[in-house]
């Protein structure tokens, strides 16, 4: 399973666009990269995934680099109630394959 | 789109006591599930997979007599701590993806208290 890293942390402003990368140096080939959103005491939730190149949805945008080592989430314009952990996690989508969390980025939005 | 309920969402035992945690997909069918355990402040850590019909894959370090998990049907699943301590406090999370589906569906989680 590829492991990945992100920063521990990151503070940013209503309004702003906030970028959270994420390495996976040693990404397999049939490895999709997913970025999931969690609130205190709630499970986490599917934000957006992809494979390579962009992606974007109506929450969030996926940058993926043609060599698939690492990825960016980017929140445009965030708000206070994007204040949570991002996890980004890295794996093959078979529905028996299981994942693994790395540690997460906590996002605080300031007002 | 795919939903995954889990029961109850918070509970309270006394040290030895067992606990039953449900997790059902509700509108899909789910082969496999998975069970996480996740402290305060910390990352999610994945415990088991529940595989319909057999017996659950154990994590390493995850003690398959303290956990069970029971995995009777293609929506339910169970685990159950067994002779629970104050250590075990923690929130569980349950997921499951659909066959064929690219992404995983997470419980909103149990809390565990142990008195």
């Known amino acids: 399973l590829a492991k990945t890293t992100q920063p521990i942390s990151m503070d940013s402003y209503e309004g702003q666009e906030v970028n959270i990368t994420c390495s996976h140096n040693?990404?397999?080939?049939?490895?999709?990269i997913t970025w999931y959103q969690q609130f205190p005491s709630q499970g986490p939730r599917f934000i957006i995934q992809?494979?390579?190149t962009k992606v974007t949805n109506e929450v969030a945008s996926l940058f993926i680099p043609a060599d698939r080592k690492s990825s960016t989430l980017s929140l445009p314009r965030v708000s206070l109630s994007d204040t949570a952990v991002y996890y980004c996690?890295?794996?093959?989508?078979?529905?028996?394959?299981?994942?693994?969390f790395g540690g997460g980025t906590r996002v605080l939005v300031k007002p | 789109g795919a939903v995954v309920s889990q029961h109850p969402s918070w509970v309270i035992c006394k040290s030895g006591t067992s606990v039953k945690i449900e997790c059902r997909s509700l509108d899909f069918q789910a082969t496999t599930m998975f069970w996480y355990r996740q402290f305060p402040k910390q990352s999610l850590m994945l415990m088991a997979t529940s595989n319909e019909g057999s017996k659950a894959t154990y994590e390493q370090g995850v003690e398959k007599d303290k956990f069970l998990i029971n995995h009777a049907s293609l929506t339910l699943s169970t685990l159950t701590v067994t002779s629970a301590h104050p250590e075990d406090s923690s929130f569980y999370i349950c997921s499951a993806r659909t066959s064929g589906a690219n992404v995983l569906t997470f419980g909103a989680g149990s809390r565990l208290t142990v008195l």
């Open positions: 992809g494979y390579k």
């Open positions: 040693n990404i397999a080939t049939n490895d999709y």
């Open positions: 996690l890295v794996g093959e989508t078979a529905a028996g394959n299981k994942l693994t």
